[in-house]
């Protein structure tokens, strides 16, 4: 690798290269138990206080968390899953990651066979529409996720497939 001519050239280097080659570093993870337990106390929180505490609006130092309602793509029931987001616009922007384990999340997959649902956020209920993120897009989001997470390249680096920026749209109810 030739050294940059420029110290601005050197920093564009380094952003692109993070954007596009996640690192190989090893990043420690909780264990998984560790992980899923938190999500599950988080939703007992949510429904012991009747909706009062367990969500969060996003912040320009803290991502949010919300509520996701889908069906399932088999058994046509409904599913809730609570997700970390951060908000781009009008848009809500979402990791379709499982704890960085390698399978897709369930409710990624049932938002791809029915992508018109609802989120419920602190201030109510929304409507949207979700799709991944196009190629052109993905870089900008998944540069404002890693503004919130120092680490997402590393842990990204342990899946074997990239992980979808999934974008939730308002839609008219």
């Not at 993070?18 to 929180?45: C, D, G, H, N, Y």
């Not at 996003?58 to 899953?81: I, K």
């Not at 404002?144 to 109810?173: C, G, N, W």
Request: charged share 25%.
């Amino acid at each position: 690798m030739t050294t940059p001519a420029t110290p601005h050239a050197d920093q564009e280097h380094t952003v692109s290269e993070s954007l596009s080659e996640p690192s190989t570093k090893s990043q420690s993870l909780p264990p998984r138990w560790f992980i899923r337990s938190f999500w599950v106390v988080q939703r007992a929180v949510y429904s012991v206080t009747g909706g009062r505490l367990g969500l969060r609006k996003a912040t320009d130092t803290q991502w949010g968390m919300m509520r996701l309602h889908t069906v399932g793509r088999r058994s046509a029931e409904e599913r809730v899953a609570i997700l970390g987001f951060f908000e781009d616009g009008d848009d809500l922007v979402t990791m379709a990651m499982n704890g960085w384990a390698d399978a897709e999340p369930a409710w990624w997959l049932n938002l791809q066979a029915q992508p018109d649902t609802t989120v419920d956020l602190p201030g109510g209920s929304r409507a949207v529409h979700a799709h991944a993120a196009h190629e052109t897009e993905r870089p900008r989001l998944w540069a404002m996720q890693a503004s919130y997470d120092k680490d997402l390249d590393a842990f990204a680096a342990r899946r074997s497939r990239e992980t979808a920026v999934v974008i939730l749209s308002p839609r008219p109810e």
